[in-house]
Nanobody, 124 residues
Framework: QVQLVESGGGLVQAGGSLRLSCAAS???????MGWFRQAPGKEREFVAY????????YYTDSVKGRFTISRDNAKDTVYLQMNSLKPEDTAVYYC??????????????????WGQGTQVTVSS
């Protein structure tokens, strides 16, 4: 079981930036990695995905052009650079890893390991 630990969350004003990190305990270079978020009173939603080798990335429409997912397989770490943050981006952000995510990268059930989450709060 891969252990994931997120960091980098915090409080930021609208228009600001944050960089989330997700450090894995094991070798995740064979796993697809995703970021999800959950706002109060809402269901967990897909945010971004990066394939095993980093060659493919996908984003939910609301963050396209503002967020960038990347990975450093040598460090077993995945990042989410978040720019031009909006109050509606406020949520707990979760990192996830999956052995066989494939084209279902937006589906939480396809991921095998999850982090504990990191809070991101964007003030207006």
């Amino acid at each position: 079981q891969v252990q994931l630990v997120e960091s980098g969350g915090g409080l930021v004003q609208a228009g600001g930036s944050l960089r989330l990190s997700c450090a894995a305990s094991g070798r995740t270079f064979t796993m697809g990695m995703g970021w999800f978020r959950q706002a109060p009173g809402k269901e967990r939603e897909f945010v971004a995905y990066i394939s095993r080798g980093g060659g493919s990335t996908y984003y939910t429409d609301s963050v396209k052009g503002r967020f960038t997912i990347s990975r450093d397989n040598a460090k077993d770490t995945v990042y989410l650079q978040m720019n031009s943050l909006k109050p509606e981006d406020t949520a707990v952000y979760y990192c996830a890893a999956g052995w066989d995510v494939g084209r279902y990268y937006y589906t939480a059930e396809k991921y095998n390991s999850w982090g504990q989450g990191t809070q991101v709060t964007v003030s207006s």
